[in-house]
């Protein structure tokens, strides 16, 4: 899914190529898609788009009279942008309002948003079809999708340690949280708590005040050079190549390859659709975290460090 620095990367492309420019027409292909009826979406033909904004994970395009567009691309949903060509000599499968326009394809397509300047047309992977548009009207509409997590780059220490200590979880779950935190997920929680030095399974509320001073500013450090850096890939072209798994990373999507800071395998815990990358020795003194599935199949066998995880697959291969 898509976190903070790609919505981030997102938001500046879409403000060179939309803001001040005249939404024509949605094209919906995805029944699924839109999660509202009103106000329709049909009223959003004709505005102009007036401000950009994030919330949470989820983009916001404002409209004239104000309408927002509350786009949520969830886990597979990406987006495209297609600069407005001239319209090639009309025919039967050229002519009419959509002439120059690119296609609509289900079922990686879903919805196209054609603008005075181009289109923006909006894809998801996969067959679960999470992604959802909302269509609602000012302040008070926007509020009512937001879960309300802690904007951590413009929030204090003090406001970071509050939100942190308010509920006793593990700090894997506390941050991609959306009710705790905003724009974290699956992908950079594991990057920020390597950065930290923490495990993924440490309990909020046990944390001492230094650990919670060095998780703040692993957030920052993380988040900020991510969005720099993706920043300098895309180099002013829209971004294209959105992804949870990035060259770069230090542990997420890096099971069994070497840390880049002590060069120890890294670790995981799977669970449902995600999974949790560790490195044992920077995080969590050598232990290794059980990952259930594998500790139900294993049980007494499973290994608790890394001696005995080389013990074991040693043990394999005789």
């Not at 509202?36 to 009279?65: F, H, M, W, Y």
């Not at 025919?91 to 009419?96: R, Y």
């Not at 309300?148 to 970071?160: D, H, K, R």
Request: charged share 25%.
């Amino acid at each position: 899914m898509p976190e903070l620095p790609d919505i981030t990367i997102y938001l500046e492309a879409l403000e060179k190529r939309i803001l001040g420019q005249t939404l024509e027409a949605v094209r919906i292909v995805s029944p699924f898609l839109l999660r509202t009826a009103d106000p329709p979406l049909a009223s959003a033909a004709g505005k102009k788009v007036l401000q950009l904004r994030r919330l949470g994970k989820r983009i916001c395009i404002g409209l004239e009279d104000e309408l927002w567009l509350v786009l949520h691309l969830m886990i597979a949903g990406r987006l495209h942008w297609h600069p407005l060509k001239p319209a090639p000599r009309p025919n039967l499968s050229t002519s009419g309002a959509n002439a120059g326009r690119p296609k609509v394809s289900p079922p990686r397509g879903l919805a196209s948003f054609d603008f005075s300047s181009g289109s923006l047309l909006w894809t998801e992977a996969g067959s679960k079809k999470r992604a959802s548009l909302h269509v609602v009207s000012g302040v008070t509409g926007l509020r009512s999708l937001d879960p309300g997590g802690l904007e951590i780059l413009t929030a204090t220490s003090e406001q970071f340690t509050a939100r942190l200590l308010s509920a006793n979880h593990t700090l894997k779950r506390a941050l991609s949280d959306p009710h705790l935190f905003s724009g974290i997920g699956n992908a950079y929680s594991d990057e920020i708590l390597w950065e930290a030095k923490l495990s993924p399974l440490a309990l909020t509320q046990r944390l001492q005040a230094l650990d919670i001073q060095r998780l703040y500013e692993a957030i920052r450090i993380t988040l900020t050079g991510w969005t720099d850096r993706l920043r300098a890939e895309s180099a002013g072209q829209f971004p294209e190549k959105v992804t949870a798994f990035r060259q770069g990373m230090a542990v997420h999507g890096r099971y069994k390859q070497p840390c880049p800071r002590c060069s120890t395998p890294i670790q995981r815990i799977r669970y449902a659709d995600n999974e949790t990358n560790y490195c044992p020795t920077c995080q969590t003194s050598g232990k290794l975290l059980a990952d259930r599935a594998l500790s139900r199949l294993l049980r007494e066998d499973w290994p608790r460090s890394l001696d005995e995880l080389d013990l074991l697959i040693s043990q394999k291969r005789q």
